[in-house]
């Protein structure tokens, strides 16, 4: 976890994929690797004399992740994040580069042939509306990586939704009777499901309430622990990333434009681009200097019991505007209540910096 | 789901259908009188012995309307059979192949959506000769793209919604796609489709048995009953009105049915 990784270096090393017998060893085959990977998309045709304009999404990204690690991706909508992820997990190819995953090549494989990735590789996806079958059971959604590979069922929709914290009667309900929050713990567990050793989440808190994103944050941190996960975090949200992983890789325009340690790029970002995308984010930590996240956490307790607050969101974000108050910061860039609520790194009653 | 409500379309429309469907089935166990030539006076006016009147054969109306039901709901049957069958495939294939042969069936529905149904009814009665069986086929054929098309275009969204993405990182392939996410999410649409496209095909046995295309003499139909009242219209109008209001009433039915079939299943509207 606290692995110093150093920046990205581009290895010259061996390509020899252990075919047959993968496993998790700590030798240093990368869990994901990819080698100058292009995607382009051709934009239907518009005219019959010119040529259909072509859209390069991903632009020879050069990238490994190693086993265990927790890599972020931050970039703005449209900077290819979710093209790349789409092909480490076999949904897209790429127009041209290598992708492998544990060391076996997935970038000329048939859907028909990624049946092993599917037990390596899991996804959580970012709309817990609409990743989620309206017509399906709980059960049945948890189960379905088991049925389309096999794997006997056991108890293990009851052990995995126990896991993610929802209890088992929810087994047989539907996904419209639950709430976002928990429509991402049933996401969450069926990528779970065949035991991968890879977690791919894709934007797993963005269409969240403030309130909950914790709670799901600390799961996915939970589960990567518990089941010894290689993690890919896509985000556009600093903080959240920052919150999950070791090393993060900004993206722009489809491509990599800094990558590093999660501390490093933070303090000290390089590129233009990631000193621009920082600037952006509000810092809670102005309107809280000298003030602790115990104390933030008490006046959003005060404002839910009180008259002012119904849910927990509101109460949040009057606690939020007190605390501006105090500080003497007009109102103006909202603050990212994850900044204090999603900092690993602090304590509860740890002094925000 | 919780916040469904019924709606006045739904209620009057379904209303409609079970008359058309429970005239059918006492057809079966009870009519008035037999469906032959009666010893008794043509073209009587509704009366008490005759509920409905007799037609210019001195058949008993009644008897003619309820027997017509049957006639009614199978050509429905026969032709929405035939086109969902064939349509819903089409139409899931066409949303789920890659690129250019998606395009490619869709462009061929297309050349079949511009043939007139009963254009092509008329061409199927020539080549097979007539009867109820081989016009509702054609009827059914001619229906297959509106199938097609609203089933591709329910497939096209869920296909591309996370869930199905869900599925094939999950591992399960194309066929196992499409039974288990696109046609449990596309029945709704496939059920409404089906009630809009049985008054079609009521409305289009009927033309047809009046141009004399269809259901053959001796066989009860209301789109028949128009054509042999058509001579004395101008004496007994009844013999029209009452097979046009059966046909029209039965259409309206399955028209309501549909829209507030489609209102009801519609989660967008759910609680409203």
Known sequence: MSDTGTPHDAPGGSETPPHGAPGRSEDETPAISLRGVNREFRRPRTSLTSAPAVVHAVRDVTLDIRPGERFGLVGESGSGKSTLLRMMSGLDRPTSGEIHIEGQPIQDSSARRLGWLRRRLQLVFQDPMSSLDPRMRIREIISEPLVAQGIPRGSKVDDLLERVGLSTDAALRFPHQFSGGQRQRISVARALAPDPHILIADEPVSALDVSVRAQVLNLIDEVVDGFELTLVFVSHDLSVVRHVCDRVAVMRAGEIVEIGPTEQLYQDPQHPYTQQLLASVPRLSEALAGRTAAELAERTRAALAGEGATDEAAALRLAEEGARADAGIDGGAGLRAEDVRHDRHEDEGGTIA | ?272
């Open chain 2, 1 to 272: 789901m919780s916040g469904r409500r019924l709606n006045a379309p739904l209620l009057i429309g379904g209303a409609l259908v079970l008359l058309v469907v429970a005239m059918a089935l006492v057809s079966y166990v009870w009519t008035p009188y037999e469906f032959k030539f009666l010893p008794v006076p043509k073209e009587q006016t509704p009366n008490a012995e005759h509920w409905l009147g007799t037609d210019r054969s001195a058949r008993d109306v009644l008897t003619q309307i309820l027997l017509g039901a049957r006639t009614t709901l199978f050509v429905g049957v026969v032709a929405v059979g035939v086109a969902a069958v064939i349509g819903v495939p089409i139409g899931i294939l066409a949303a789920m192949s890659p690129g250019g042969f998606g395009q490619f069936i869709m462009r061929g529905n297309d050349i079949l959506l511009a043939f007139p149904a009963l254009l092509l009814a008329i061409m199927f009665s020539a080549l097979y000769g007539g009867g109820t069986l081989i016009a509702m086929i054609a009827i059914g054929i001619a229906t297959i793209p509106a199938f097609a098309r609203i089933v591709r275009s329910g497939a096209l969204q869920v296909i591309n919604t996370e869930y199905v993405a869900a599925s094939r990182v999950a591992g399960h392939g194309p066929l196992a796609i499409a039974r288990k996410h696109v046609l449990p999410n596309v029945i709704g649409l496939v059920i409404v489709q089906a009630s809009v496209s049985f008054a079609i095909a009521i409305l289009a046995e009927a033309a047809l048995s009046y141009l004399g295309l269809g259901t053959p003499t001796g066989q009860p139909s209301w789109g028949r009953m128009l054509l042999e009242s058509q001579n004395v219209l101008h004496r007994s109008p009844h013999l029209a009105i009452i097979p046009g209001a059966a046909i029209a009433l039965a259409v309206l039915g399955f028209n309501l049915f549909g829209d507030g079939l489609r209102d009801y299943l519609d989660p967008k509207l759910e609680g409203r």
